[in-house]
């Protein structure tokens, strides 16, 4: 599931799910947007979503610098 804030600049990656009998659940994506930059707030992905944001970049697809992007650990 996605959830979008989007009056708020918020953005998620929620799963929801049963393994088994066990419920799981968790949000392995979450970013801001504050102050025009991005905040990567939470990211347990294996390629990191900083990687796909900036790659990208390095081939001049998108305009957008790198100081934009920041990583909250």
């Not at 900036?54 to 790198?66: F, I, M």
Request: include cysteine; charged fraction near 25%; glycine fraction near 6%.
């Amino acid at each position: 599931m996605i959830a979008l804030a989007l009056w708020s600049d918020r953005y998620l990656i929620v799963y929801i799910g049963w393994e088994d009998e066990k419920q799981i659940y968790g949000c392995p994506i979450y970013i801001d947007i504050k102050d025009g930059k991005i905040w990567i707030e939470r990211d347990f992905t294996e390629a990191g979503v900083a990687n796909e944001l900036v790659e990208p970049l390095l081939y001049s697809l998108l305009p957008v610098p790198h100081s934009l992007f920041l990583v909250k650990c």
